[in-house]
């Protein structure tokens, strides 16, 4: 069983950055699939960006691409979104989410197998 823990939310004004983290703590994690959604009240869990361990692979969707960025340090585990040029409409709870190695990368959430309790981001305008 993997577990994941989220850090690196929090309130920024818009244009702002932050940087999420997701630690993940099964060490066979560096052959998974990493993935970011974010959940706004009222909406539904959307894909943002994902990343596969072993080569980098990643994918983002079309709303963030340019400014965040996905990465991972697989000797501690951990999976990275550095959100840059952030804006009122990014403001959602951020998941971290994972499951094993594929050939692409899944953009639904129920693709993924393991999930974070979530961390919130709110951008100010």
């Known amino acids: 069983q993997v577990q994941l823990v989220e850090s690196g939310g929090g309130l920024v004004q818009a244009g702002g950055s932050l940087r999420l983290s997701c630690a993940a703590s099964?060490?066979?994690?560096?052959?998974?699939?990493m993935g970011w959604f974010r959940q706004a009240p009222g909406k539904e869990r959307e894909f943002v960006a994902g990343?596969?361990?072993?080569?980098?692979?990643?994918y983002y969707v079309d709303s963030v691409k340019g400014r965040f960025t996905i990465s991972r340090d697989n000797a501690k585990n951990t999976a990275y979104l550095q959100m840059s040029s952030l804006k009122p409409e990014d403001t959602a709870v951020y998941y971290c989410?994972?499951?094993?190695?594929?050939?692409?990368?899944?953009?639904?959430?129920?693709?993924?197998?393991?999930w974070g309790q979530g961390t919130q981001v709110t951008v100010s305008s």
């Open positions: 989410a994972a499951t094993g190695w594929k050939t692409y990368i899944p953009t639904t959430s129920n693709e993924y197998h393991y």
């Open positions: 099964e060490r066979s994690f560096n052959n998974y699939v």
């Open positions: 990343i596969r361990r072993s080569d980098g692979l990643t």
